[in-house]
């Protein structure tokens, strides 16, 4: 009997396995989303940032307050690697025509009052705008004026002690408590692929596996079928074999995709990979495990193929900024921290930057090992929900649909007659 169960319960799975396999081949749309989008995405982003570093983006600077104070910070602003002093211009107006005609990528504008406020030991602001066209100009605009500002805060400081008496030790000990030097070792130059670029590449997988899958089912519901059903020449019944076989035909296929992903795409373009390969494989299967089964979940909410299109311009932004590579998950509101342990990719993206960008070992990537291992857990029991919820749908309608059938042949309803009446015929 139990040989029997397990013969009939591989069979099942077997066979669940290839249609899914088929369905995934015969249609275009999840074709172009799976091997191009999956494939040729991570080349595009990869060389749209090829350089990675953007050198003296031109500013132009308005100086309301032309004083000496004000130009030195911005002879230091001009001598910084990141941002070249282009213009000056008499006010706002010229600077933002000159943004608009793409002459300068940015403006630094220093108020009339800059020397009077720093004259009066009151905190003195300037303002920085920079064109978000690209990520990079913004970048530069906002190193390129930090590193100067807390240049000028340290000499501001200095200034104000010496005048109140203090000797250059006192003063040196007074600013300058502790020595410090700036060591960035996984990014000595802020490269912005090696920043982001490595969240992106995960964000990519979790992105075209979920929407590929997404529609699929949006075709099957658009044609009145259910993605929930085992084929017909199949015998068994259970949700186990049908959400394991479909899952097994993504994973087997992401599992290929991801380590192109993972491991030839950084290679070409120079993405550091620190880390041992053994611990980034480790890191993938389970990232891609949850992956599948993440989408088995959440693409059973898809009813048509055009709500998949939406989906991708509305939740990928959403997903890159809940990895906390652009803005620290410390910093999250509460809610937006509980939301972003939706995503799989919030813990895939960090394990990923902890292993293969800074090259951690596994402890490195302990906490989203275990979030991702929970993650599958808990998105294999919805998937498996999903599928049973389905199934009793399918078995209900069914049976409505039976006993209407049975109510009209008792009380002599003919529904094709009936039909060629209305029509005419």
């Not at 002459?103 to 504008?109: R, W």
Request: neutral net charge; glycine residues 6%; contains cysteine.
């Amino acid at each position: 009997m139990k040989y029997s169960y397990l013969k009939t319960w591989i069979k099942d799975f077997w066979g669940i396995f290839c249609h899914e396999f088929r369905q995934i081949f015969s249609d275009s749309g999840v074709l172009l989303i799976f091997l191009v989008a999956g494939l040729a995405y991570p080349l595009l982003y990869n060389v749209v940032y090829l350089n990675g570093i953007l050198s003296d983006t031109p500013v132009a600077v308005v100086d309301n307050c032309d004083s000496p104070d004000s130009h030195r910070f911005i002879r230091e602003i001009d001598a910084t690697r990141e941002v070249e002093v282009a213009a000056k211009c008499v006010n706002m107006a010229e600077a933002e025509k000159m943004m608009q005609e793409r002459k300068v990528n940015g403006i630094i504008y220093f108020p009339s009052d800059f020397t009077e406020k720093l004259a009066r030991n009151e905190t003195a602001t300037f303002s920085v705008y920079a064109d978000m066209s690209s990520f990079l100009y913004y970048k530069n605009a906002l190193m390129a004026t930090n590193f100067v500002m807390l240049h000028e805060v340290g000499q501001i400081q200095m200034q104000r002690f010496a005048s109140a008496g203090m000797s250059e030790q006192q003063i040196s000990q007074t600013v300058k408590p502790l020595g410090y030097e700036d060591n960035n070792p996984y990014n000595r130059a802020f490269n912005y692929s090696f920043f982001l670029i490595s969240a992106i590449l995960m964000i990519i997988i979790q992105q075209t596996l979920f929407y590929g899958m997404s529609l699929l089912v949006g075709t099957a519901r658009e044609r009145n079928r259910s993605f929930a059903s085992l084929p017909d020449r199949l015998e068994g019944h259970g949700v186990g074999r049908v959400v394991l076989g479909r899952g097994g035909a993504y994973w087997l296929l992401y599992l290929a995709v991801g380590m192109y992903i993972a491991f030839i795409v950084p290679a070409i373009f120079g993405i550091p990979q620190r880390g041992e390969f053994h611990d980034v494989l480790a890191l993938l299967v389970f990232f891609i495990t949850d992956c599948v089964f993440f989408s088995m979940t959440w693409s059973t909410l898809i009813t048509r193929r055009e709500s998949v299109f939406v989906l991708f311009l509305a939740m990928s932004p959403v997903a890159l900024f809940l990895t906390g590579c652009s803005w620290p998950t410390i910093a999250f509101p509460e809610f937006w921290k509980w939301f972003s342990y939706i995503f799989p990719s919030t813990f895939g993206a960090q394990g990923f930057i902890n292993l293969s960008t800074a090259g951690g070992d596994m402890g490195a990537a302990d906490v989203q090992m275990k979030a991702m291992v929970l993650q599958t857990i808990i998105y294999f029991f919805l998937s498996c929900a999903a599928i049973y919820i389905e199934n009793w749908v399918i078995r209900h309608k069914e049976a409505l649909l039976e006993r209407r059938e049975r109510f009209e042949k008792r009380v002599g309803i003919d529904r094709k007659e009936d039909a060629k009446i209305i029509a005419g015929e």
